[in-house]
């Protein structure tokens, strides 16, 4: 049995957090809680927190179901959250750090913008074994048709989407777990007998999203989010999830090539 740090970038209220709590407990770890108070998306590995007189805020927090495991939100970023973890903030010091369910794919390079992988970036730096989950609800509604049109990210329809079919896949991956490695778990939004099975990948050369600008003025810039147009090389994380299949891929959170030179 492990200690589990669970965390996310949605926010303590997030279904998906509770989803993946529930499958850390069901897999028998000893499990705390704590994740951002507020939604936290694409802080990637930013330490940042809110005090009050050089406190940072935290709340016991209760969750649906699992209303006995120690659960609080913490006025912070996901890796700042890890760090106090590391700290002994929340009891003793976790020996996994599982990050998620997260609202959306984490794929592709644009992993490093991620606060839910920035959490487990963070706790892979401790040497500690990190998995980060998403749930790829951004994904064209009916791949077959070409088409670019996205789900909405409305989260009074978050009980709709499949976190279960993603929580399931999380006994599948633990014995992958490394030291300094966190491995990148993404789950088609689908259900669990409609998902083609799991497949390691690479990570595709751009994220699944992009910016776009959409108006500017003389004193302001507004942008909004795409679907990138790009095609995903063959074998790469956000192909696999296109075809149907839950990936997984392992990222190096920092790392040094002992081959490099200057000329």
Do not use: C
């Not at 694409?42 to 330490?47: H, P, Q, V």
């Not at 700290?87 to 913008?113: K, Y």
């Not at 083609?196 to 050369?205: D, I, M, N, R, W």
Request: aromatic share 6%; glycine share 10%; charged share 15%.
């Amino acid at each position: 049995m492990s200690r589990v740090l669970i965390t996310n970038d949605d926010g303590i209220a997030a279904p998906g957090l509770r989803h993946l709590a529930l499958a850390a407990v069901e897999a028998g770890h000893e499990v705390v809680v704590a994740a951002p108070a507020t939604e936290a998306s694409g802080m990637g590995t930013a330490l940042t927190a809110y005090t009050d007189s050089d406190r940072v805020v935290v709340e016991r927090q209760q969750l649906d179901g699992l209303a006995d495991l120690p659960s609080y939100g913490v006025a912070a970023s996901p890796s700042y959250i890890v760090i106090m973890a590391m700290a002994g903030a929340f009891g003793e010091v976790p020996d996994v750090v599982f990050s998620g369910i997260n609202r959306g794919a984490n794929a592709g390079r644009a992993v490093l913008h991620s606060g839910t992988v920035g959490a487990a970036f963070a706790a892979a730096t401790y040497r500690v074994p990190a998995l980060a989950v998403s749930l790829d609800v951004l994904s064209p509604l009916d791949p077959a048709s070409g088409g670019n049109r996205l789900t909405v990210l409305d989260s009074m329809a978050d009980a709709s989407h499949n976190w279960a079919s993603a929580a399931a896949y999380i006994r599948d991956v633990l014995p992958g777990l490394r030291d300094g490695w966190v491995l990148n778990l993404n789950v088609p939004d689908l259900p669990a007998d409609k998902i083609l099975g799991l497949k390691k990948a690479t990570l595709a050369e751009f994220g699944q999203v992009q910016m776009a600008i959409a108006e500017t003025g003389s004193d302001f810039v507004r942008v909004a989010l795409e679907e990138h147009g790009g095609q995903h090389a063959s074998g790469s994380d956000l192909a696999w999830l296109r075809d149907g299949y839950a990936t997984y891929t392992a990222v190096r959170a920092v790392g040094v090539d002992e081959g490099f030179n200057l000329p």
